[in-house]
């Protein structure tokens, strides 16, 4: 599965973005759909995935209450609505999925090119 990452930008502290990805197909393999970012420097971590076969969200203490993971069935894509950001959520941020079971949710093991997210005033 191909991944293309969209909406990656310059944002002030406090501001909003949102990021958008869309899955080359929508394989019956896959278990979870989601985000990771890294900083450079520092290993790529998951913030947040959607479970495919039921729809449950998952996020990292870091992000949960400020962003927000769906789907968009009409644009068959999954966004990643991110809000009151602050400069530590500066990163690039993956879309990625998960086929094989892992050791927990957000076990991703594909993802695609990277969006730049700089939160700075």
């Known amino acids: 599965v191909q991944l293309q990452a969209s909406g990656g930008g310059l944002v002030q502290p406090g501001g909003s973005l949102r990021l958008s990805c869309e899955p080359s197909?929508?394989?019956?393999?896959?278990?979870?759909i989601g985000w990771a970012r890294q900083v450079p420097g520092k290993e790529r971590d998951a913030i947040s995935c959607?479970?495919?076969?039921?729809?449950?969200?998952n996020y990292a203490d870091s992000v949960r209450g400020r962003f927000t993971i769906g789907r968009d069935n009409a644009e068959n894509t999954v966004y990643l609505q991110m809000n009151n950001l602050k400069p530590d959520d500066t990163a690039v941020y993956y879309c990625a999925t998960q086929s094989h079971s892992g050791v927990g949710p957000c076990d991703f093991d594909n993802w695609g090119q990277g969006t730049l997210v700089t939160v700075s005033s």
């Open positions: 959607i479970t495919i076969r039921d729809g449950g969200t």
């Open positions: 197909v929508w394989s019956l393999d896959l278990i979870t």
